[in-house]
């Protein structure tokens, strides 16, 4: 009974560097979504998905990709990693209209 | 669009006393309504929600929230907090007319600190 589970917890990256971060959820949700979460900024959305195979851009989707080749999985990359880009990054998935199920988030630091 | 205002950043209380979170949103239409709770170093979770029916939902660990639709507004409230209720709290809105695809808008958060 996993829910959302993020991987990695913790990464150290330096600037120009990149990686991907995943999401993987069991509950079978059509819906999911990866945000950032920044000091007195709240949550922002960068990139979502509807479904398998499909993506579409949030509030702040420059300097991210996404890709959902499998329906439990949502993946995040960052091409070409900025200081800007440190951050709090969470994935959630939902089955509407009951809210969203929450990762317990990526500590991404850029350096 | 849709937007939500947290009017307060940080919300100090001492213990056993009552707290209320203020959260207002802008929207004309029908909405609904969240409360989520984020402790230090954890995702979030949700406490509460309002989607139709009765304006008092009462969510977990003692909280409750009231939706008044002339003031746009959905107010956290506890009657008496814990020490282990120092947390952010993140009031979210999204738009029923989205019968599948449901994008949450969020506020900036309160952070709730509870001393002895």
């Known amino acids: 009974n996993a829910g959302v589970t993020q991987t990695p917890k913790f990464r150290v990256l330096k600037t120009g560097q990149s990686m991907t971060l995943l999401c993987a959820q069991d509950m079978n949700h059509e819906y999911m979504y990866w945000y950032r979460q920044d000091p007195g900024m709240g949550l922002r959305l960068i990139h979502y998905s509807v479904g398998e195979g499909t993506t579409a851009k949030g509030e702040v989707p420059d300097g991210y990709n996404v890709s959902r080749l499998k329906k439990q999985n949502f993946l995040l990359g960052l091409e070409s990693a900025a200081p800007s880009q440190t951050s709090v990054y969470f994935c959630a998935s939902s089955y509407s209209p009951y809210g969203y199920t929450f990762g317990s988030g990526t500590r991404l630091t850029v350096v | 669009a849709q937007s939500v205002t947290q009017l307060d950043s940080q919300v100090p209380v001492f213990e056993e006393a009552p707290v209320e979170l203020r959260c207002n949103y802008s929207?004309?239409?029908?909405?609904?309504l969240f409360w989520y709770v984020q402790y230090p170093n954890q995702g979030l979770q949700l406490l509460l929600k309002?989607?139709?029916?009765?304006?008092l939902v009462k969510g977990i660990n003692g909280f409750e929230a009231e939706f008044n639709k002339s003031q746009t507004s959905f107010h956290l409230r506890k009657p008496s907090v814990h020490i282990s209720d120092t947390a952010e709290y993140f009031c979210?809105?999204?738009?029923?007319?989205?019968?599948?695809?449901?994008?949450?808008?969020f506020g900036t958060g309160t952070r709730l600190l509870v001393s002895p």
């Open positions: 309002y989607l139709s029916g009765s304006t």
């Open positions: 929207s004309s239409v029908s909405v609904y």
């Open positions: 979210a809105v999204s738009d029923p007319k989205n019968t599948g695809f449901q994008k949450l808008v």
